[in-house]
């Protein structure tokens, strides 16, 4: 009885990937079995009865696949918006910058577009498959992941591969995960000391010019107010993510 | 009670549950019911899609857990995105009280 109503549930949920549809009816058939357990039901025509009160297979269905469609089109949107927020603080500065130091337009639009585009969609759209991980383990993912999808960034001169800012990407990763819970002001200012700080130990061992730059303390400057800049377009992505993601939640269902 | 209302409040009644602990479907089946005194019964078609859009918007967590009885069961978990906001819902809903209060409640 109850493998009927699953098996003409499935049918319409036919339109969903196959992965999705097994775990979609996995979850109804405990549910159901949960029921009728906690009921002490154990005939069929009790089952049936159980069955009898329920919404149609069809009707079932029908909310399941229009939630799903309505969750996809929601996460590609969140997703793109939230990266893009990303990509728009670090890319808009660079141009600032640029116009100042008279360097070229597209420098900034190719690191703005990789860093917002690959490690800030990238690391939004993948979070979710490690948030119920413990902390230290949600923080590797995040940044081990965040240091591959930067590697657009380290093409962005042309020039040659510059390996030392994939650690843009480790820093935007770290950040996602930094942010899940309200952070006080002077964490804002330890991270950012601790990441010029690893960044300039990075850069010495690229280029084997420490004092050159440690000594420049404009160009430091400069580096901390850059990183300054992927904080507040992580923070920004994450709260307009989280807006979004309410606004989304609360409104009435169309379908 | 207006049904629709309840049904645009799912979100938040979820949260609201799963901020006391983990819970599978049918426990927030059988809670609802109880709390609201049987006058509510919260349908898997709607419980469902309201639990995975949570868990999309990543307020909320899944996982499977095998029972003693060899049988298995989904449980959803709150998350910190998932407490703040219900944490700024419950803030907003306590104004929202307090203001409409002052118009319907008794006078003094």
Redesign the interface.
Known sequence: MMAAYLSEVERGLASLPRRRRRELIRELEASLLDEAESAGLVSEEAMAAVLDGKESPAEIARELVAAEADTSRHRRQTKLLAGGAVGLATGGYLLILGMLLNRPWRFSLSFGLAMGLAVGVGIFWSRSRWQRFNPLTRYLLAMGLGTLLAIPLGFVLGKFFLWTWLSYGTFAGYLVERFQSKRRVLAWVEDNILFTAILFALSTIWFKSWFLEWSDWQFVLRAMLFNFVIQVGVWGGLHLHRMLDGHWLLKPNRA | MDRELL??ST??LLLSLLSEGPM????I??TVRARTGGSYTL????L???L????????I???WETQPNG????YY?I???GT??LD??KREWKQFVDMVQGFVGPRG
């Open positions: 049904k645009g979100p938040l599978y479907g049918y426990q089946i059988e349908k898997e078609g709607a469902y899609p309201a995975h859009k949570l868990e999309a918007a990543e307020f967590s899944s996982y049988r298995e069961r989904r978990a998350q910190a995105g703040a906001f700024a819902k």
